[in-house]
């Protein structure tokens, strides 16, 4: 049973930097395509970052370009978003998502995600 944790929220003021961390369990994570979404308190779940199962392609929303990084380590079954310049818009739970295999061009879509972790609460102040 594929399992995804995800650690590393908390509270920061704007201008700050936090990593986010989420590790997959119960599966061959190599073989997986990951995304990270957001959720802010009355609005819909929107997608920040996605990386291929390789790590070759990237891709994150406009609203996070040049500020957040996706990065993957296979060997530690563990995808990454690094988030500097934080701002008090970031606010949100941030989830992050697996899809088995070839996603084809559907990877800004919470939909085509097979497996969701239980998400992890950023807070930006201002």
């Known amino acids: 049973q594929v399992q995804l944790g995800e650690s590393g929220g908390g509270l920061v003021q704007a201008g700050g930097s936090l990593r986010l961390s989420c590790a997959l369990s119960?599966?061959?994570?190599?073989?997986?395509?990951m995304g990270w979404f957001r959720q802010a308190p009355g609005k819909e779940r929107e997608f920040v970052a996605h990386?291929?199962?390789?790590?070759?392609?990237?891709d994150y929303a406009d609203s996070v370009k040049g500020r957040f990084t996706c990065s993957r380590d296979n060997a530690k079954n563990t995808v990454y978003l690094q988030m500097n310049s934080l701002k008090p818009e970031d606010t949100a739970v941030y989830y992050c998502?697996?899809?088995?295999?070839?996603?084809?061009?559907?990877?800004?879509?919470?939909?085509?995600?097979?497996?969701w972790g239980q998400g992890t609460q950023v807070t930006v102040s201002s």
């Open positions: 990386i291929s199962s390789t790590g070759g392609r990237k």
């Open positions: 119960g599966s061959i994570f190599s073989r997986y395509a």
């Open positions: 998502a697996a899809k088995y295999g070839n996603m084809g061009s559907g990877w800004r879509v919470s939909l085509q995600y097979n497996y």
